[in-house]
């Protein structure tokens, strides 16, 4: 089995993936204080997936404030995390071609991304494939950021398989 690490990161908070690549199900999630998942990277096992990628910024000409800029230093020492763990480079992927991919626009916002997502693995199911907790579905747990990180995820694997 083969494992992906996406991460959907914030300027204080990240969301945050690991999926089995073949069945593109979730293995772990969270989303939480940038700090912690950093320590996670670092020492616990989110940092062993074989295959790991970073959503980045990207500039579309407009003027942008201190919390992008602090997001970008975030993703450079969740990259530095993983190279130091795993010795490779994690990929950067913009949102764009992530929404591309998913929503066949790059119009799509996240809840179109989530609806797509939905659509793909847990059409038909109720509560938009979360379950409950008795009967956990797809996307059970899956809160914010989380839905980003694993659409990043999910667009990683697709891409990876066409190669």
Request: charged fraction near 20%.
């Amino acid at each position: 089995m083969s494992r992906l690490l996406a991460i959907d990161p914030g300027n204080r908070e990240s969301g945050w993936v690991v999926i089995d690549v073949a069945s593109r199900q979730s293995l772990a999630h969270g989303k939480g204080l940038n700090d912690n998942v950093l320590r996670s990277l670092q020492h616990a096992p989110i940092g062993d997936a074989e295959f790991a990628v970073i959503e980045m910024v990207a500039s579309y000409g407009m003027a942008v404030g201190a919390d992008v800029f602090e997001t970008c230093v975030w993703i450079g020492r969740f990259r530095q995390a993983l190279m130091d763990r795993t010795g490779r480079l994690p990929d950067l992927v913009t949102r764009r071609p992530i929404k591309l991919h998913h929503c066949h626009s790059a119009k799509a916002n996240d809840a179109n991304l989530r609806q797509a997502l939905v659509d793909r693995f847990a059409l038909g199911q109720p509560n938009h494939g979360k379950g409950t907790k008795a009967d956990p579905g797809w996307f059970y747990g899956f809160r914010a950021d989380i839905w980003q990180a694993y659409a990043l995820a999910v667009y990683a694997a697709d891409i990876a398989e066409e190669v």
